[in-house]
């Protein structure tokens, strides 16, 4: 019997596994699209005469689509099940971006872009699927890899989609990786579902449906949700909204490097703390804690930014890029944020408890970049050239809310499920 059991799991194993290779792509994807319109913007904008700020607006309507979808998308798993909603929303991604590609007005590529953002908020259906299918004491370490697989889509969108623009013409490509989207969705639909057959089954018997508001008022009532939310958010914050925005001029402008050397030091960053996800999740589960490496890394985050924040233009180049790489890697534990997030509710709930502690990093980045941005231009140093004081001065923002995330996170409950 031991050994009849034995293989149905290794059996299971084995399809979790076949399920992930469909799913990796579709996240890879999300962050593909996310960053995409960077590379392709000054094609696009002489391509329809279109200005900075009309550039602006498009961005603005992706992350709106993408912030405002990240509750939803939690509610939606849990109600319809995470294969019907990433179906959904991966052929919302084909469509949108398909429409993207051949629209010919702002208003048509801003719609087509908006749309888009709602598509690629398909973090959560993926987690939900993830952890029916792959035992508890995995799916950390299997989420930090999805993650990782992400931050590849992050490098897909810069060389190799410049490249493909140059080669095929930006509506050529755009229109490509659409109809590649339309394909994932269909694999979504064909192969992947929900759960394991037999844990179906055993979870109906276990435990009745949670109707949608009940698992809305169970996680928002929950103060161990927000001690989580808040230690998270205010680390992802920064995060979103500093390396979204204002890095690169702080390398640029703070610390006299030129655009070239700027990107170079971004790109090594993001490309070396890759491994940084699978790696920080494995040591939570070798060390069986959540909260330890949480810990550890948001202290890490703070003490990298106080760095940038008291010597910006008194650092070397090898040293911009140690700080990079350390400040993305520790970032990381948002892999573990999100498990512990799972971890806190049933799975039953999983969906919406994710979807809620995703909310606030996604909807607030933004604030983040326009009070940094004030901050930065009000400054005297800033009016008189002085840009490494300027910067200085704003990146306190920054510090205050990492500082939050400091203090904060000692008081997170440890989620690590328990033998």
């Not at 109600?79 to 052929?91: D, H, I, P, S």
């Not at 598509?119 to 259906?125: E, F, K, L, Q, V």
């Amino acid at each position: 019997m031991s050994a009849i059991k034995n293989n149905d799991s290794a059996a299971s194993l084995t399809k979790a596994w076949l399920i992930f290779a469909i799913i990796a792509p579709v996240y890879l994807c999300t962050m593909f699209y996310r960053m995409a319109p960077t590379v392709l913007a000054l094609d696009i904008a002489a391509d329809m005469s279109f200005s900075a700020s009309d550039m602006a607006m498009i961005g603005a309507a992706t992350m709106l689509g993408y912030g405002l979808m990240q509750l939803p998308s939690g509610l939606l798993s849990d109600w319809l099940g995470g294969k019907a909603t990433l179906t959904l929303f991966t052929l919302l991604v084909g469509l949108s971006t398909i429409w993207f590609g051949l629209s010919g007005s702002l208003t048509s590529v801003t719609c087509a872009r908006f749309i888009t953002g709602i598509g690629i908020a398909a973090t959560i259906p993926c987690l939900s699927i993830l952890a029916r299918w792959f035992p508890a004491g995995m799916y950390a370490r299997v989420s930090g890899i999805m993650f990782a697989c992400g931050t590849c889509g992050t490098i897909i969108a810069s060389t190799p989609l410049a490249a493909a623009s140059n080669l095929w013409g930006w509506r050529s490509a755009v229109i490509a990786c659409g109809a590649f989207s339309l394909a994932l969705a269909a694999m979504v639909l064909f192969f992947v579902k929900n759960a394991p057959a037999g844990a179906a089954e055993t979870k109906k018997a276990e435990a009745p449906r949670i109707s949608l508001l009940e698992g809305l008022r169970t996680v928002l009532s929950s103060r161990h949700f927000w001690t989580l939310c808040i230690a998270y958010s205010c680390l992802l914050i920064v995060y979103f909204g500093f390396a979204g925005l204002w890095w690169g001029p702080y390398l640029m402008q703070g610390c006299g490097l030129t655009k070239l050397e700027a990107g170079n030091i971004l790109f090594l960053g993001t490309v070396i703390s890759i491994p940084a996800m699978p790696i920080l999740t494995t040591i939570s589960d070798k060390i069986r804690s959540r909260k330890k490496v949480m810990v550890v890394c948001i202290l890490v985050a703070f003490l990298d930014m106080l760095v940038m924040t008291l010597f910006p233009g008194q650092l070397s180049k090898p040293m911009l890029v140690i700080l990079a790489v350390v400040f993305t890697s520790a970032c990381g534990t948002s892999a573990i944020g999100l498990t512990s997030g799972k971890e806190l509710f049933p799975i039953a709930i999983m969906g919406t408890a994710t979807g809620c502690l995703n909310s606030l990093p996604a909807l607030l980045a933004a604030g983040e970049q326009k009070i940094f941005g004030y901050i930065l231009q009000s400054t005297e140093a800033f009016a008189a050239g002085d840009f490494a004081a300027a910067y200085s001065t704003a990146m306190m923002f920054n510090m205050a809310l990492l500082a939050i995330s400091v203090v904060v996170v000692f008081f997170i409950k440890e989620t690590y499920p328990q033998d």
